[in-house]
């Protein structure tokens, strides 16, 4: 089979962030660079390392700016953090972080809920924080990752028009890339299909990576369906890490593993070696003793013969 | 939303053939029989009820001919036996199945192993139970399930070649209905669409269902890839029983209650009662005390609004 040397999807880890502030346990610092080394090591070029947020709000975050600037060392890497707002922009930055990724919630009932902030006040926090990027860090770019695109557990239904006309704002504004988040895990792909195509037509380039979450078992079928409308990054857990809001085999974040075995054995390239990839489970599992780990690759060993 | 009167696809669920013969405990006649009445009110149209073998084989399966005469009642479903052989299709048929489906691999290593028969032997089986069909039992439609069609943990890479050739000679002795299974959980999404598509080439409106496992967590997409293929028929398996070759979260068969809620969410109808077809998890585990079912869409629930 021959391979194309540049992969064609981008895969974004965001198990360091995303799945470390969902857990109750802190994983010790020493443990997060060992994991994220592995996970480098695996072929990640994008990792989500950190959280920069008030310590006494997450305090599995305190220690974003060592992790930032540990993770700077891999130079294969982009090291990205989310920060919540202007402040969180302004100490990332500071930090190191490549790339900075904000949340914005199409659902105002969430955005409420979660940042006490209307979409329309987001819109505003992220405008702030892209005038401070042009002027203390220009070339970096700002990300949107817009939550409950798919349908909130507060508000229910959301319109899709709403998603758009929220993420052609923040294009105006100068939002590099706008990705579509399903939060809820209330997605399915006709509507994934439905949203991404609409988001190209409006946005074009800047159209983002789909975060898709796996409570209702759709989770690579919903990235399957965002890969056929266009999408080429995709934001995932290993081990699913993160957002567990269920029983046994629910997992919120798309694993890893399953999505990069999935794209690969359809002969689409990630640039991630699988073996190593499953051996990054390791450092994450010894840094948080006791914490289901998911993924059904993993459990199964990948097939004899898969690559021929 | 409007809906068609006539589901657009049918769900052939295999979870009292397929599930209960993978399961070491036995289920009791009566907890069968109020099983397949809880499916058969879901709405469920096509069940695999029950396989014709020598009971000292499978005694599992020593009750098959009661268990098709009850699932009779339901006028609404088609009663469906898994006939290994001639033998086993003259039980079937003199009990009463509505449709017969046989077994042939698409591997050969696969095929002797499972039925100490080539699968040009499997042909001539086929055809002796087409012939013993036709002179005694007209009408019953017979198909085949073609195992190990995506890959086999024997054998390893399945050509697409070989399996296209079964398929044209099972179709060429008449076999009403070939459908292709991932026994062990090969597929990819590429792969499901690209075998289906040349499936409907060679062989047209005698292309059957997708049998699809979750063993490496891309059940619901490859049943999305097959759908979009133009398949119809799925065949799953209610809380995944079935072919659970792993640890927690592994399932082998595609979950019967995931892959309506992904059908019904994206506007394909089913014919399903998505609250009803829950609910038949309790007749199934009160049969089966302590065996472990899965789904995720169960232990999440139904999102808030997600038919608006």
Chains 1, 2 share one sequence.
Not at 37 to 51: H, K, P, W
Not at 161 to 186: K, N, P, Y
């Amino acid at each position: 089979m021959t391979r194309p040397h540049t992969p064609e999807v981008l895969i974004s880890e965001v198990g360091p962030r995303d799945g470390l502030q969902s857990v109750k346990a802190t994983m010790p610092t020493a443990h997060k660079l060992r994991w994220i080394d592995a996970l480098a090591d695996a072929g990640l070029r994008e990792i989500e390392v950190a959280s920069f947020v008030p310590a006494k709000l997450l305090p599995q975050m305190a220690d974003a700016a060592l992790v930032v600037q540990h993770a700077l060392r891999h130079s294969s890497l982009r090291v990205m953090a989310l920060v919540p707002n202007l402040r969180g922009a302004q100490a990332a930055l500071q930090a190191g972080a490549q790339k900075l990724t904000l949340p914005v919630s199409a659902s105002p009932a969430h955005s409420m809920a979660n940042v006490r902030k209307t979409p329309e006040a987001m819109v505003q926090e992220v405008q702030a924080v892209l005038h401070w990027r042009d002027q203390h860090a220009p070339g970096v770019p700002v990300e949107v990752g817009m939550s409950t695109a798919f349908g909130c557990t507060l508000q229910g239904h959301v319109p899709e028009a709403d998603v758009l006309r929220l993420a052609v704002q923040l294009a105006q504004v100068g939002v590099d890339e706008i990705g579509l988040s399903d939060t809820t895990g209330m997605g399915n792909p006709a509507q994934v299909s439905r949203l991404f195509q609409q988001l190209f037509r409006e946005i074009g380039e800047r159209t983002g990576s789909a975060h898709m979450h796996n409570t209702r078992g759709l989770g690579l079928a919903n990235c399957l369906a965002a890969y056929e409308a266009g999408v080429r990054t995709f934001d995932s857990s290993l081990g699913g890490l993160g957002g567990c809001p269920y029983a046994p085999g629910a997992s919120g974040n798309v694993v890893t593993e399953d999505l990069v075995f999935m794209l690969e054995a359809m002969g689409v390239s990630t640039g991630i070696d699988l073996e190593k990839l499953m051996a990054a489970r390791l450092p994450l599992q010894d840094g948080l003793p006791g914490e289901p780990l998911y993924g059904m690759t993993p459990e199964a060993g990948l097939p004899k013969g898969w690559r021929t």
